[in-house]
C-alpha cells in the first residue's frame, strides 16, 4: 500500500502530471494547439499594447539634442537613442517620412527624377509588392507613430514567434524552456545594433523555415503542411525583397542544411521512401516556387531600378573572400559575452577592440562552437551502438563546421563563390550562429530526452572548457589592449558564469536551468541597446521643418541642405524636391544637373549621403569615406543659378547670389534659408 505524499511534495507530484498532460504531444509527434500557440498569443497582446501605444525603439529622438528646449525629451520613456544607429533613425526613418509627407508614392520626388521607393530602402507605397512588406502595412493605414511601432516590433517579435515555434516543434513537452530561449534570441546583440527588418526577417524566416520542415515531414494532413508552407513562401518573398544578400545568405545556408538533414532523418524514420517523404515536402517546394515567381514578377517590373543598384561602384556586387577573420577579427568573432561593454560606451571608441564601430563589433555568444563536441559525440555514439545517423545533428554540425571554414580558412574562394556564399561578409555570417547555437541546443536536448543515453563526464567538462576558454582569451586580449572598454563590461564576470552554466545545465539534461542561463546572460549583453520612445521626433513639426514646408508651398523650387546631417532631414523628411539625402542609386535626371559630363561619376555611381558644403565654382565630387557623397556649391556658379531656387544651411552664406529670407533659431540650432538669386 503507498504511503501518501506529504503535503508539498503532493502539490509538486499532480502540478507535474498535470502539466504533463497540458504539453502532451499529438500523435505525430508535434506540439498541441495550446503549447504551440500560448506564447506567440502573449507575444501578440504585448505587440497590439506597444503599437497603440505608438512606442517603439527608434533612435529619431536623436534629434532632441539639436531641437530640445532643454532638460530630458518627454517622448524618451528608457534608454538612450544610439547615434550610431544611423541607418535607421537618419536614413530609413528620414525616407519613411518623407513618402508619408508625399502620399505613399511608389517613385519618390525629392531627388530630381525620383527614386524608386519600393526597392532596398524599405519604404511604404501604395504598391502591389507592400502587401509582401507586412511591417510597412501600418503606414498606409494608421497614423505614423503607430505605423513606425509596427514596422519596429513586428520583424523583432516575429523572430521571438518563429524561434518559440521551432524550439516546441522540436521539444514539444518545453514550452518553458522553449520561451526563455526565444526571448534570448531576440537579445542577441548582432540583432540589437543592426536593428532593421533586413536584419530580422532572415532571422524569422529561417527559424519558421526549420520548423515547416519538420510539420510537412510529420503531419499527414495537407491543410496543415499547405500552412506552413505558404507562410514560409510568404516570408521568403519579404525577406528577399530587402534585396540584402548578406544577411539572406546565412539565414539561407542554415535552412538548407538543416531541410536535407530533417528530410533524410524522418524519411528513415517513418520509412517513407523517397515519393513518400517527397509528396510531404511538396508544399513547401511548391511555395518556393511560387515565391520565385512572385520576385521574378517584382524585378522585372523594376529592373532598371535593380540594374542602377547593381551597377553601382559601392556596394554593387561585393564579393567576400574566405578566411577573412584573422587574430583581430577572431576577437571580435568571439567578443558576444563582452557586448555589454558595447551600450555602455556612448561615444563609441571603446569598442574598436572588437570591431570598427558598435554596429560592427556586435557579435553572437557562439553556443554553436560551444556545443560542437558533444554534438559530434553523439553523432557517433548512435552510429556506434545502433549504426543509426542522426542526420538533424550531423546537418546542424556540417553547417556549423562549414561556417567556421568560410571564416576561417583562406583558399576556396571559386568554391565559396559557386556556392553563393561569398554574398555576405565575416561580420554579417555570425548570423547564421544565432540559429546555429539554438539548433544545437535543441537536438542535444531532444537526443538527451530519449533518456537512453548520458553525456560522458569527458566530453560534458571539455564543453565546458571551450567555453570558458573563449571567454577567457577575449578578457586576456582586452585586459592588455584596451582595458577601458574592459571596464565598460561591468558583468561580464556574471555573464561569463551564466553562459558556462548554461552550457553545462543543457548537457546534463537540465534544459529550463540551462535556457534560463542563457536568457539572463542574453539581457547583458543585449539589453538596453535600443530605446523605448514614444512616436516619431518628426522634423516637419520643428519650427524649421515648418519654415521650409511655408516657403516651399508659396513658390515650390529645387533645395540644397548645407552643414551637417540635420539639413539634410529637414529636407528629405519635408517631401520637398532636394538634392539631399541618401541615394540607394544614382538618380539620372539629378547627376545630369550636377556633373552633365560624368566627369566624377566614380565618386557619385553609389549608395552613399550625398551632403553639401559652401565651395566656389562649379560643383566638385568627393567621398570622404565610400558611403558619403560631399559636393560642393556655389550660390553664382552655372549649376546653381540653372537648378537651385533655395538653400537651407547651418552657417552664414556669404554670397552675393543668395538673398536671406528666414533664419529659424530652436533649441541649440540655427538655420538660414536663403533664395538663390543672380546676383545683379
Not at 497603440?52 to 525629451?73: E, P
Not at 507562410?231 to 544578400?245: D, E, N, P, R
Not at 572588437?354 to 554596429?359: E, I, K, M
Not at 560542437?372 to 555514439?381: K, M, R, T, Y
Request: with cysteine; hydrophobic share 50%; charged share 15%.
Amino acid at each position: 500500500m503507498r504511503t501518501p505524499l506529504p503535503g508539498a511534495r503532493k502539490l509538486y507530484v499532480d502540478a507535474h502530471i498535470r502539466f504533463e498532460k497540458w504539453v502532451e504531444p499529438t500523435e505525430f509527434g508535434l506540439p498541441n494547439a495550446r503549447v504551440l500557440w500560448v506564447f506567440p498569443g502573449v507575444i501578440a497582446l504585448l505587440f497590439v499594447v506597444l503599437v497603440a501605444l505608438g512606442v517603439s525603439g527608434s533612435s529619431t529622438g536623436v534629434y532632441w539634442s539639436v531641437f530640445g528646449s532643454g532638460g530630458a525629451d518627454p517622448d524618451l520613456l528608457n534608454g538612450v537613442p544610439r547615434p550610431i544607429r544611423s541607418d535607421e533613425w537618419l536614413v530609413q526613418s528620414s525616407w519613411v517620412v518623407s513618402q508619408v509627407q508625399q502620399g505613399f508614392p511608389a517613385l519618390n520626388q525629392t531627388f530630381p527624377g525620383g527614386m524608386d521607393a519600393t526597392v532596398q530602402n524599405d519604404l511604404p507605397a501604395w504598391d502591389w509588392s507592400t502587401l509582401f512588406r507586412p511591417h510597412l502595412l501600418g503606414f498606409l493605414a494608421l497614423p505614423l507613430d503607430q505605423g513606425m511601432a509596427i514596422r519596429w516590433w513586428l520583424p523583432g517579435f516575429s523572430v521571438v514567434v518563429g524561434a518559440y515555434l521551432f524550439i516546441v516543434t522540436m521539444l514539444p513537452k518545453r514550452p518553458l524552456t522553449a520561451a526563455l530561449l526565444a526571448i534570448a534570441v531576440y537579445y542577441t546583440p548582432i540583432f540589437q545594433w543592426w536593428y532593421m527588418p533586413t536584419t530580422l526577417w532572415p532571422a524569422a524566416l529561417a527559424f519558421i523555415a526549420m520548423a515547416a520542415t519538420v510539420w510537412c515531414l510529420r503531419s499527414p494532413r495537407l491543410g496543415v503542411r499547405i500552412a506552413w508552407a505558404a507562410v514560409t513562401g510568404y516570408l521568403a518573398v519579404t525577406t528577399a525583397m530587402s534585396i540584402y544578400a548578406p544577411f539572406i545568405v546565412p539565414a539561407a545556408l542554415v535552412v538548407l542544411f538543416f531541410f536535407v538533414g530533417a528530410w533524410i532523418a524522418e524519411a528513415k524514420r517513418q520509412s517513407l521512401g523517397f515519393r513518400g517523404s517527397f509528396r510531404r515536402v511538396l508544399p513547401l517546394i511548391l511555395a518556393a516556387v511560387g515565391a520565385g515567381v512572385v520576385l521574378v514578377v517584382w524585378i522585372l517590373t523594376r529592373w532598371s531600378t535593380i540594374r542602377a543598384l547593381f551597377a553601382t561602384v559601392y556596394p554593387g556586387q561585393r564579393l567576400e573572400p574566405t578566411g577573412t577573420v584573422d587574430a583581430k577579427r577572431l576577437i571580435g568573432l568571439l567578443g558576444g559575452p563582452f557586448n555589454e561593454l558595447l551600450a555602455g560606451d556612448t561615444s563609441g571608441a571603446q569598442g574598436i577592440t572588437l570591431g570598427p564601430n558598435q554596429s560592427e563589433a556586435s557579435s553572437v555568444v557562439l553556443y554553436a562552437l560551444f556545443f560542437l563536441i558533444p554534438l559530434c559525440w553523439l553523432i557517433a555514439a548512435d552510429w556506434r551502438s545502433k549504426r543509426h545517423v542522426n542526420w538533424i545533428a550531423v546537418s546542424i554540425a556540417g553547417c556549423t563546421v562549414f561556417v567556421f571554414a568560410f571564416l576561417l580558412i583562406p583558399g576556396w574562394d571559386p568554391i565559396a563563390h559557386l556556392l553563393l556564399v561569398d554574398r555576405t561578409t565575416e561580420a554579417r555570417m555570425r548570423l547564421a550562429f544565432v540559429m546555429l547555437g539554438i539548433a544545437s541546443i535543441v537536438v542535444i536536448v531532444k537526443r538527451l530526452d530519449r533518456r537512453d543515453i548520458a553525456l560522458p563526464g569527458g566530453v560534458v567538462w571539455s564543453s565546458v572548457a571551450v567555453t570558458a576558454s573563449s571567454i577567457a582569451l577575449v578578457a586576456a586580449v582586452l585586459t592588455v589592449r584596451n582595458p577601458a572598454a574592459l571596464a565598460l563590461a561591468t558583468n561580464w564576470r556574471i555573464t561569463a558564469v551564466l553562459i558556462v552554466l548554461g552550457v553545462f545545465f543543457i548537457l546534463k539534461r537540465w534544459a529550463f536551468a540551462g535556457a534560463a542561463a542563457i536568457l539572463i546572460a542574453a539581457l547583458f549583453v543585449g539589453s538596453g541597446i535600443s530605446p523605448l520612445y514614444r512616436g516619431v521626433f518628426d522634423l516637419n513639426d520643428t519650427e524649421v521643418g515648418q519654415a521650409v514646408r511655408a516657403v516651399d508651398e508659396k513658390d515650390p523650387g529645387t533645395w540644397v541642405g548645407i552643414g551637417a546631417f540635420v539639413p539634410t532631414a529637414v529636407l528629405v523628411e519635408s517631401g520637398v524636391r532636394a538634392l539631399n539625402g541618401v541615394q540607394t542609386y544614382p538618380p539620372t535626371e539629378m547627376w545630369s544637373m550636377i556633373d552633365p559630363d560624368k566627369r566624377s561619376e566614380n565618386e557619385w555611381n553609389r549608395l552613399a549621403n550625398v551632403n553639401w558644403e559652401l565651395g566656389a565654382g562649379e560643383p566638385v565630387v568627393t567621398n570622404p569615406v565610400r558611403d558619403q557623397i560631399r559636393v560642393s556649391f556655389d550660390a553664382c556658379s552655372d549649376f546653381a543659378q540653372k537648378n537651385v531656387s533655395y538653400v537651407l544651411s547651418e552657417t552664414p552664406i556669404d554670397s552675393e547670389c543668395v538673398t536671406a529670407v528666414e533664419t529659424v533659431s530652436e533649441g541649440s540650432s540655427s538655420f538660414t534659408i536663403y533664395r538663390v538669386t543672380n546676383g545683379g
